[in-house]
């Protein structure tokens, strides 16, 4: 091996060991019970469905994940502590487009059901354009995530159908409220975009947006999944999803600075935008109102910080902090659980209104 190719395989290693580490907050591989997705009735949903895939077939974004001549020109050298920062952002979102596409690809494979399959390969399409473009824009700063290796190598999470259906579709819609904050921001302060990947968020959002639709369909077409005891189940994840980006976007000052944007300014309207398009399918929202819920996040942040700095720290110390950290937040989690939530109002006959 050369100089030059073990160099970039050391980049290639660095960026993918990234993307496989496992914390709490990195995103996740999963797999399901494809039997139990074979017995799915979505009779009660057929137009809507229908209209949604006429969607897919279109393709409307077949041509959007193409570099233009501009792009190059405008990826510039940052300043370390944003390049860094925007590095780790790079990477968790190719894994976390990836790991769209592995479920999607894995469920297309294996699934006999025509509609879901068909479903499936389309989502897997998708993802697998968000994430090869990701990954072009890593190559620019000589990084590459090896998607293949990634695929084999990562630990996948099992997950029952419904919790795949009420984590996929937050994590969807919370991508989709993501991308466009981002993109109408730095439509408002060009002089923001620091880089050219951000031109591309807006049909890209679009994307993201018909996931979720897709998955507010099935769980339409399947209402028991949105009574009962799986209402706790949903507060369980509509917390776990939001808390997550919290913690997360906290971590990543520096980025926030570049675009102009306050962190918790950002993640507040963030937050709202999902609820409320949640409430397209479920029964609640989380009490965003409430200052409490905000100053249970803060907490949660403050602590995940100290945890960081107690692990990079290491040593006895550093792991006597690193228990603290993990048993005060299982109680500010749980605190927030408890939280009384908002009803929601609109009757579930009206509830799925189609956006496409
Ligand atoms: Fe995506
Ligand atoms: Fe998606």
């Not at 395989?9 to 074979?38: G, H, V």
């Not at 994840?237 to 300014?265: C, K, P, Q, W």
């Amino acid at each position: 091996m050369n100089t030059a190719t073990a160099t970039d395989a050391a980049l290639i290693n660095e960026s993918t060991e990234r993307a496989k580490t496992e914390t709490l907050l990195s995103p996740r591989f999963y797999r399901t019970d494809i039997k139990a997705l074979e017995k799915m009735d979505l009779s009660s949903v057929h137009d809507e469905w229908e209209a949604m895939m006429d969607e897919y077939r279109n393709d409307s974004n077949s041509n959007h994940f193409v570099r233009d001549e501009k792009f190059a020109e405008e990826v510039k050298e940052l300043p370390p502590a944003l390049h860094e920062e925007f590095k780790d952002f790079l990477i968790s979102s190719v894994t976390s487009e990836f790991s769209g596409c592995v479920l999607y690809a894995d469920i297309k494979k294996h699934i006999k059901h025509p509609q879901l399959k068909e479903l499936m390969g389309y989502m897997a399409r998708d993802e697998s354009r968000h994430a090869g473009f990701i990954n072009s824009a890593l190559k620019d700063f000589d990084l590459q995530v090896n998607l293949g290796f990634l695929r084999k190598e990562k630990k996948y999470t099992y997950f029952r159908p419904k919790f795949i259906f009420y984590a996929t579709y937050l994590s969807e819609k919370i991508g989709y409220a993501r991308y466009i904050t981002i993109f109408r921001h730095l439509e408002k302060h060009p002089e923001n975009r620091f880089h050219p990947i951000f031109r591309w968020f807006e049909r890209w959002c679009n994307d993201e947006f018909r996931h979720g639709e897709s998955f507010a369909l099935m769980m339409k077409a399947n209402p028991h999944l949105l009574r009962g005891h799986n209402k706790l189940w949903i507060r369980f994840f509509l917390l776990a999803v939001f808390a997550t980006m919290y913690v997360r976007d906290h971590s990543r000052e520096e980025l926030h600075n570049a675009f102009g944007i306050n962190t918790t300014e950002y993640d507040r309207k963030v937050l709202h935008i999902t609820s409320e398009i949640s409430k397209q399918i479920f029964p609640f929202a989380l009490d965003l109102d409430n200052e409490k819920f905000w100053q249970r996040l803060d907490r949660l942040s403050a602590l995940s910080q100290l945890n960081e700095a107690a692990r990079a720290r290491g040593g006895l110390g550093g792991l006597l902090t690193r228990a603290k950290c993990s048993v005060l937040s299982f109680g500010v989690f749980a605190r927030l659980y408890m939280m009384p939530t908002v009803p929601n109002e609109l009757p579930e006959t009206v509830r799925m209104a189609p956006a496409w």
